[in-house]
């Protein structure tokens, strides 16, 4: 199994435990029909993504720059998968590798200038190898930024790597007996890798912030900021898991019946809580609350929904759904399957109040 998948299976095992403080009473959203997209925000649309590059080949999308630039896979002839830098202007091939090396892609962030990413590979005694490349600009040279990431954690996240102040930072475990994560940092322009290490199992909640990971055990979630050593605590009730972000926890209460989920936001100090969607409902992506703001929920009848927590309003964006991403303020799906697959998005920037 590649760490991407062990490393995803820690987040869905979440955290649920016993309540350090009193739950606050759950304030209710307002039960006003749901809105569409054009009635909450006018004007605003998802865009249709590339279904195909220019020999053919299906194209996925893997990370969004903004609505009109995006980097994702396609296969080309001779058995290798490139990875693709799709703009207004045309396509470009970044990478391209044998599938016999089982590329991932993976880790995108960027600055609004460089794009840095992950290239995982196998080699053939299947020993797993993880790089960090960037670009620095639409038109500049893939760059190797480093091959020292130590056996890198990735949680399917916004921040499981992070551009600030000119350096890239990732998480990685650490081969000890007891779980420890390293936090790895190199020069953007490239150089010698620094390790720090604390104790216990993170994923990055936004930088500097560091959320814990509870790997199957009950528990409280802290958030700890790497720069100020602040410490925040939040308790988990019975039934419940939690994920947070410096602003936002979403807490995800799993009822007797599949109909029967609830999910509440609330503030890590515990000064407000929200009950956000209810009943045959998911939590489509694992980042809370996009730009602070914006929760976004799958629900049992392919709906796509937004929910506002400024507005404290339900919208739907889609229907008839399968598959849902999202990187930082952008979000994008799928609809149909096989050969009626095709890609939206939408960036979650362009809403604006009517």
């Given amino acids: 199994m590649k760490l991407t998948s062990v490393f995803a299976l820690c987040v869905a095992l979440g955290a649920a435990g016993a309540m350090l403080m009193t739950k606050p009473a759950a304030r209710p959203a307002?039960?006003?029909?749901?809105?569409?997209?054009?009635?909450?925000?006018p004007g605003a649309k998802p865009e249709p993504v590339k279904e195909k590059v220019s020999d053919g080949a299906p194209y996925s999308p893997l990370f969004f720059v903004d609505a009109k630039r995006s980097l994702g896979t396609a296969d080309a002839s001779g058995g290798s998968v490139r990875l693709l830098l799709i703009t207004p202007s045309g396509e470009r091939e970044l990478r391209k590798l044998p599938k016999a090396q089982t590329p991932e892609f993976a880790g995108f962030a960027t600055d609004g200038k460089s794009v840095v990413w992950l290239e995982l590979t196998t080699t053939p005694d299947g020993q797993a190898e993880t790089r960090v490349w960037a670009i620095d600009s639409e038109a500049g040279a893939p760059r190797l930024v480093t091959a020292d990431t130590g056996d890198v954690a990735l949680f399917d996240k916004r921040d499981d790597v992070v551009i600030h102040d000119g350096e890239v930072s990732w998480l990685a475990a650490a081969r000890t007996a007891t779980p420890q994560t390293e936090i790895r940092t190199v020069p953007l322009a490239g150089g010698k890798v620094k390790v720090e290490t604390r104790e216990g199992a993170f994923s990055f909640a936004g930088w500097p912030w560091l959320s814990t990971v509870n790997l199957g055990e009950d528990g409280p979630v802290e958030l700890r900021n790497l720069?100020?050593?602040?410490?925040?605590?939040?308790?988990?009730?019975?039934?419940?898991?939690?994920a947070c972000s410096p602003v936002w926890c979403r807490a995800l209460i799993i009822g007797s019946t599949q109909s029967s989920t609830v999910i509440e936001l609330l503030k890590p100090d515990g000064s407000?809580?929200?009950?956000?969607?209810?009943?045959?409902?998911?939590?489509?992506?694992?980042?809370?609350?996009?730009?602070?703001?914006?929760?976004?929920?799958?629900?049992?009848?392919?709906?796509?929904?937004?929910?506002?927590?400024?507005?404290?309003?339900?919208?739907?964006?889609?229907?008839?759904?399968?598959?849902?991403?999202?990187?930082?303020?952008?979000?994008?799906?799928?609809?149909?399957?096989?050969?009626?697959?095709?890609w939206h998005v939408l960036d979650l920037r362009t809403l604006t109040k009517p």
Avoid at 299 to 304: E, N, P, V
């Fill in 227 to 242: 720069e100020t050593d602040e410490r925040t605590v939040v308790g988990v009730q019975a039934n419940e898991l939690m």
């Fill in 30 to 41: 307002p039960t006003s029909a749901e809105l569409t997209l054009e009635q909450a925000f």
């Fill in 272 to 342: 407000l809580r929200l009950r956000t969607a209810s009943g045959s409902v998911a939590a489509s992506i694992v980042d809370v609350a996009l730009l602070d703001r914006y929760e976004v929920y799958s629900h049992a009848d392919g709906r796509l929904a937004l929910f506002d927590l400024e507005e404290r309003r339900s919208i739907t964006i889609a229907r008839n759904i399968s598959q849902v991403a999202s990187r930082g303020p952008v979000l994008w799906w799928s609809t149909g399957d096989n050969e009626t697959l095709a």
